[in-house]
């Protein structure tokens, strides 16, 4: 069965960074597309970056320049590097695969 696995969230200051990992298995890793998606609290949830499975990646507007995703097939992981985080980013951060399966989310606060 396919399970997504988030870690690396927490409490940060506004300026600072988090990377947060997704841990795949139960899939052909190395095929699939992978998605970060956050949800704030009465927000909806919204696409963050995505990865294919060429290497190929897209950011939301409001993280470009600030967010990096990256992948390592080896290990089967999706990362989201995020610098310079604002208050704003403050989230429930899901990875996803197609918005089929989901990881069960990892929280992201960003206050002084």
């Known amino acids: 069965q396919v399970q997504l696995v988030e870690s690396g969230g927490g409490l940060v200051q506004p300026g600072g960074s988090l990377r947060l990992s997704c841990a795949a298995s139960?899939?052909?890793?190395?095929?699939?597309?992978m998605d970060w998606y956050r949800q704030a609290p009465g927000k909806q949830r919204d696409i963050v970056a995505t990865?294919?499975?060429?290497?190929?990646?897209a950011y939301a507007e409001s993280v470009k320049g600030r967010f990096t995703i990256s992948r390592d097939n080896a290990v089967h992981t999706v990362y989201l590097q995020m610098n310079d985080l604002k208050p704003e980013d403050t989230a429930v951060y899901y990875c996803t695969i197609a918005q089929v399966y989901w990881g069960q989310g990892v929280q992201v606060t960003v206050s002084s």
């Open positions: 139960g899939i052909d890793f190395k095929t699939y597309t």
């Open positions: 990865i294919t499975s060429e290497f190929d990646a």
